[in-house]
């Protein structure tokens, strides 16, 4: 049937649906505004226009002002209307478009195949801003500031404020090791590694954090290996 959804997309659906409410609706307010009511109703097709029709008799006075409520209200509304429609199959199906259309992920093919694009590997640095790629957890994702990420130029300028308050002793040493874009300076006892002293640093702990994991990760696997090979020939160990 058109109306059905792949069951993939259907088993997403349900974990898309409490994302929607909360985010789009609660947070970002998709329907605070007229603006952003219109957008939503340029998703249900012509077939479907008494639904629009209803919904902007419903709301004539969409202000920007609108309380935070609004929107959660509003969509109620535009579901019943699709869900309720003289075809409510369809309806039904243009609701979890909606839905997919705010929160699916989605494959940028540029980002696959265009060179450029690498520039998002971790630490990289972009050619025109300077920014700097940085890790990111994905345990507090929405506390990330983009506008935050350090530079190649605020990097350079932490670390000479670093020598500068530490005086000629931390460069010289830092310059004997062979210091600066994170390498360890070995040679001086109690040394750290540049990056400590920069705003790089937060980012380099949750990519540590990511690397001491994937080690454990891995050592425990190679130990299941290794003891379900002994179990199953214990002749050769």
């Known amino acids: 049937s058109i109306y059905e959804m792949h069951p993939s997309l259907q088993r997403a659906y349900q ?8 985010c789009m609706l609660k947070e970002q307010e998709i329907l605070r505004s007229a603006d952003r009511v219109e957008r939503v109703l340029a998703m249900i097709p012509d077939e479907l ?5 209803r919904v902007r008799e419903r709301f004539p006075a969409m202000a920007s002002d609108a309380s935070t409520g609004d929107s959660v209200e509003r969509w109620a509304f535009i579901r ?27 494959l940028d093919a540029a980002v696959t195949k265009g060179l450029n694009h690498l520039l998002k590997s971790p630490l990289c640095a972009h050619h025109k801003t300077g ?8 345990r507090n994702l929405d506390a990330f500031d983009p506008d935050a990420v350090p ?17 000629a002793a931390a460069a010289a040493a830092a310059a004997a090791a062979g ?3 994170g390498e360890e300076e070995d040679s001086v006892e109690g040394a750290v590694p540049a990056y ?9 702990d949750i990519f540590n954090a990511f690397l ?4 454990t990760e891995n050592s425990m696997r190679m130990a299941a290996k290794r003891s379900a090979a002994e179990q199953e020939h214990p002749e050769d160990w």
């Open 15 to 22: 974990h898309l649906l409490p994302v929607f409410e909360q």
């Open 49 to 53: 226009a008494n639904v629009k029709k």
């Open 80 to 106: 019943d209307q699709l869900v309720k429609s003289k075809n409510a199959q369809w309806g039904a199906r243009v609701v979890k478009e909606i839905v997919f259309q705010y929160t699916y992920p989605r």
């Open 131 to 138: 920014k700097i790629c940085v890790p990111m957890d994905p």
């Open 151 to 167: 530079t190649l130029k605020s990097l350079a300028e932490d670390y000479h404020r670093h020598t500068q308050e530490h005086g």
């Open 179 to 181: 210091g600066g874009g």
């Open 196 to 204: 400590e002293h920069t705003g790089l640093k937060p980012y380099m």
């Open 212 to 215: 001491v994991g994937l080690a």
